[in-house]
């Protein structure tokens, strides 16, 4: 599809296991972002990718959280020893470019789930 | 720090109109987005505001005070479909926070036949 894709689109699994969600953006868009999503929360910003590189990872809440991109495409972000309070709605975007007025397009998002 | 805020929940009925208010306190401002939520689905685009005035999409029209940090999304000719979170998001400044949305917590709105 042309939309920015994610994948899985929901997760369940154990405290203290690592996980990994997949974002695959529109293509040609150069800007990448992830955002999680609690109940009744705003979305909260965790990184934001302009081509490979992430200027600004100042929103990933500890060390466990981490994620990368290659060849200016994909981009993974993975979660270390996952706890409960990691259980939220994870979403990606992506936009033309890291222009002021540029619209962050988002996918559906990954809803993950720690027990 | 950043604030943006927004009422929690509106409702309306069929083909009425709904204005939904959001102000926002952040470090220097770079634009204002409108994105709208079905349940279970992702944001979607709606509109971008940078200067202060009203900007018409269709049934669809933002508006935005820079000086008073407000802006609205108003709603036009209600249908059942535009039962939603509308959520508002502001574009700070450059610097290190370059490439972010702050997002307001959302307006559910429902609307009723």
């Known amino acids: 599809g042309a939309g920015v894709s994610q994948s899985p689109s929901n997760k369940v699994t154990e405290k203290g296991k690592d996980v990994e969600l997949r974002c695959d953006p529109i293509?040609?868009?150069?800007?990448l972002y992830w955002y999680r999503q609690s109940l009744g929360q705003g979305l909260e910003f965790l990184i934001y990718?302009?081509?490979?590189?992430?200027?600004?990872k100042s929103g990933l809440p500890s060390d466990r959280f981490s994620a990368e991109r290659t060849g200016g495409s994909v981009s993974t972000l993975t979660i270390q020893r996952t706890q409960q309070e990691d259980s939220a709605v994870y979403l990606c975007?992506?936009?033309?470019?890291?222009?002021?007025?540029?619209?962050?397009?988002f996918g559906d998002g990954t809803r993950l789930s720690i027990l | 720090g950043q604030n943006i805020d927004q009422p929690t929940e509106m409702t309306a009925t069929e083909g009425a109109i709904v204005q939904i208010n959001c102000t926002y306190q952040?470090?220097?401002?770079?634009?204002l987005f409108w994105y709208q939520q079905h349940a279970g689905e992702a944001p979607t685009f709606l509109s971008y505001?940078?200067?202060?005035g009203l900007e018409e999409k269709g049934r669809f029209s933002s508006f935005l005070s820079r000086s008073k940090g407000y802006s609205y999304l108003l709603l036009k000719e209600l249908q059942m479909k535009d039962s939603a979170s509308y959520l508002c998001?502001?574009?700070?400044?450059?610097?290190?926070?370059?490439?972010?949305?702050?997002f307001g917590r959302g307006t559910q709105l429902t609307v009723w036949p």
């Open positions: 975007a992506s936009s033309l470019a890291d222009r002021s007025n540029q619209p962050q397009h």
């Open positions: 293509s040609g868009h150069t800007a």
């Open positions: 990718f302009q081509g490979n590189s992430a200027p600004d």
């Open positions: 952040t470090s220097g401002f770079n634009g």
């Open positions: 505001n940078v200067l202060d």
């Open positions: 998001a502001v574009r700070p400044r450059g610097g290190s926070t370059l490439g972010r949305l702050y």
